[in-house]
């Protein structure tokens, strides 16, 4: 059983850019929510997918979009990028919307 | 909005020695409750959850929790620490009427002395 996998590790971008990262889930679960984790806090929900629909949405503005494919992978993007948007995303998936989730080791984003 | 209050930032134990991590959460309606694990250099890993019955739930390596819902709490429990439980805890909560979203605490860390 392949656990969750997200690309890239790291990544190093400036103001303004926009950015892109994704995440493939575990096998057979059809929820996958993304999340940003700022140092010493706990993970922000940023929204859920499930079964190719948006399902939840943190208080994230709409810069933060996303999407699901068919095999239920993700991707999370990220227009016009501010400084605090550096942070660790993490992904999770999950067999149903409110089940256990299972997390990717995460993207290490930097703004500068 | 709903939140999560983990009022422990930074616990210290020695090996044996009992713990207890408060968890509470500010929303009264059904709620999934969860306690999630990371171990140095490792992913978020479920420790034991709670959605209905028992309120007294067993997770891995010997913690439970309990759900106390006139106290909107669900605090986790291990009688006897060991060095390997080393780690940052996370408490987080389902509000069941809008299954998409999860709120999480900020999270305990435990140091365990050898």
């Known amino acids: 059983e392949t656990g969750v996998t997200q690309s890239p590790t790291h990544l190093i971008k400036t103001r303004g850019q926009q950015v892109t990262l994704r995440c493939s889930s575990q096998?057979?679960?059809?929820?996958v929510s993304w999340y940003q984790q700022a140092l010493g806090q706990g993970p922000q929900f940023i929204f859920q997918?499930?079964?190719?629909?948006?399902?939840g949405r943190g208080n994230f503005p709409p810069r933060f979009s996303g999407l699901q494919f068919p095999n239920y992978s993700s991707e999370l993007n990220v227009n016009a990028l501010e400084l605090d948007d550096s942070a660790l995303y993490l992904c999770?998936?999950?067999?149903?919307?409110?089940?256990?989730?299972?997390f990717g080791p995460g993207t290490r984003l930097t703004v500068l | 909005a709903q939140s999560v209050s983990q009022h422990n930032h930074h616990v210290i134990l020695s090996e044996a020695a009992s713990l207890e991590l408060g968890c509470n959460y500010s929303?009264?309606?059904?709620?999934?409750l969860f306690w999630y694990v990371q171990y140095p250099g490792q992913h978020l890993q479920l420790l034991l959850k709670?959605?209905?019955?028992?309120?007294l739930v067993k997770g891995i390596k010997g913690f439970e929790a309990e759900f106390i819902k006139s106290k909107f709490s669900f605090n986790l429990r291990k009688p006897s620490v060991q060095w390997s439980d080393t780690a940052e805890y996370f408490c987080?909560?389902?509000?069941?009427?809008?299954?998409?979203?999860?709120?999480f605490g900020d999270g305990t860390t435990l140091t365990v002395k050898p």
């Open positions: 999770a998936s999950s067999n149903s919307r409110a089940d256990t989730q299972y």
């Open positions: 987080a909560v389902i509000d069941n009427t809008n299954a998409g979203k999860s709120t």
């Open positions: 929303y009264g309606g059904t709620v999934n």
């Open positions: 096998s057979g679960h059809n929820t």
């Open positions: 997918y499930y079964r190719e629909e948006e399902n």
């Open positions: 709670y959605f209905s019955g028992d309120p």
